[in-house]
Antibody, heavy 121, light 108 residues
Framework: QVQLVQSGAEVKKPGASVKVSCKAS????????MNWVRQTPGQGLEWMGI????????NYAQKFQGRVTMTRDASTRTVYMELSSLESDDTAIYYC??????????????WGQGTLVTVSS | EIVLTQSPGTLSLSPGERATLSCRAS???????VAWYQQKFGQAPRLLIF???TRATGIPDRFSGSGSGTDFTLTITRLEPEDFAVYYC?????????FGGGTKVEIK
């Protein structure tokens, strides 16, 4: 079955960067777009951006432009999201979520289990 | 970006009752590309409805979605104990995807 397994929890200091991984199984990675969404108590669910693992083309949410980088390694079936210049407001659960179909304008299904990133001095 | 406003914030109902959740968009959603997700405590969101009214695979038929343009509704006809959770709407019709703030359905 289709499954997304994310890397473990991280604790970072303000100003640092974090890189979260999302390993896909049960389907052809390069056929489906992958999204990243974060969840904070204050902001709810926030879409961060999308990557096509086949072409590496990305589209980032305006809020995160210049601070987020999404990449992929097709050989290991893994997609990555790196967020830089971390602040305490970046403390959140970060999810990867596959687009349901082959295009970028699709609902998200399934989702990874989430990765807690804590930013604290 | 399109802002989605969900109401009510909390819905207190008993098992067996009908739940009606609203999602209003600040501008018309292209092709009615609205989805609904269910999230239980400590879990990732789960897709229920896409394209405003199509149930995702494995979703019971007590869940239904409707609406168009700027007004969308998720209806749960008879609440089961496992349906008490938080529900989010999402629009994916624009290049900047957005989510609503959520409606919590709690046991009365």
């Amino acid at each position: 079955q289709v499954q997304l397994v994310q890397s473990g929890a991280e604790v970072k200091k303000p100003g640092a960067s974090v890189k979260v991984s999302c390993k896909a199984s049960g389907y052809t990675l390069t056929h489906y777009y992958m999204n990243w969404v974060r969840q904070t108590p204050g902001q709810g669910l926030e879409w961060m951006g999308i990557i096509h693992p086949g072409t590496a083309i990305t589209n980032y949410a305006q809020k995160f432009q210049g601070r987020v980088t999404m990449t992929r390694d097709a050989s290991t079936r893994t997609v990555y999201m790196e967020l830089s210049s971390l602040e305490s407001d970046d403390t959140a659960i970060y999810y990867c979520a596959r687009s349901r179909g082959y295009s970028d304008d699709e609902a998200f299904d399934p989702w990874g289990q989430g990765t807690l990133v804590t930013v604290s001095s | 970006e399109i802002v989605l406003t969900q109401s009510p914030g909390t819905l207190s109902l008993s098992p067996g009752e009908r739940a009606t959740l609203s999602c209003r968009a600040s501008q018309s959603v292209s092709r009615n590309y609205v989805a609904w997700y269910q999230q239980k405590f400590g879990q990732a969101p789960r897709l229920l409805i896409f394209g405003a009214s199509t149930r995702a695979t494995g979703i019971p038929d007590r869940f239904s979605g409707s609406g168009s343009g700027t007004d969308f509704t998720l209806t749960i006809t008879r609440l089961e104990p496992e349906d008490f959770a938080v529900y989010y709407c999402q629009q994916y019709g624009s290049s900047q995807v957005t989510f609503g703030g959520g409606t919590k359905v709690e046991i009365k």
